[in-house]
């Protein structure tokens, strides 16, 4: 239980901070999106059903304050989360490279599968426009921030991890 209201938490600041962003970053530069980074690392580092719960509620937060079409964000990022699950046994603690490639495919996909919806509701862009002005300078920007985050999301699951360790050996918390 302690490791569901941690993670949901976790969520919760990033998404404040996903939300704050562009108030930061300067108008010319995209927005990295901390949601993606945050759903690949879950699934990545704690399997499949971790990935997609987070993503799912991740994105059932941003559908509810940020999104046009309700569900859509939750269902994209429950799928990534899920295939970024495969990767857990593949899992090295301090191993940057396949969480950063991840990431980057991940958010590539992403932002296809946006493309995608506003082309079907009408949308003027093609779709090499969309590729060159949205999708591939998020992409290169949220695998920068991928660098940081992933080292604190790391740190996170580790006490995260510890703590429920703790209470499987405790002989009171048993079932």
């Not at 506003?118 to 949220?142: D, N, Q, W, Y």
């Amino acid at each position: 239980m302690k490791k569901n209201i941690c993670i949901f938490l976790i969520i919760i600041v990033t998404f404040l901070v996903q939300s704050s962003m562009s108030l930061v970053l300067p108008s010319v530069l995209p927005v990295p999106n901390l949601a993606l980074i945050l759903t690949c690392s879950m699934g990545f580092m704690r399997g499949k059903k971790s990935g997609m719960w987070t993503g799912f509620l991740f994105g059932l937060i941003l559908d509810l304050f940020c999104g046009r079409i309700f569900g859509l964000t939750a269902l994209i990022l429950l799928y990534i989360g899920y295939f970024n699950g495969f990767l857990f046994k593949v899992f090295f603690d301090e191993d940057i490279r396949v969480p950063l490639v991840a990431v980057g495919i991940s958010d590539i996909v992403y932002g296809l599968a946006c493309y995608l919806v506003r082309f079907v509701k009408g949308t003027s862009l093609t779709l090499g426009s969309s590729m060159i002005h949205t999708i591939l300078p998020e992409a290169v920007c949220t695998v920068l921030f991928t660098i940081p985050l992933y080292f604190l999301y790391h740190w996170l699951n580790r006490k995260i991890t510890a703590n429920e360790l703790e209470e499987e050996q405790s002989p009171w918390l048993r079932r």
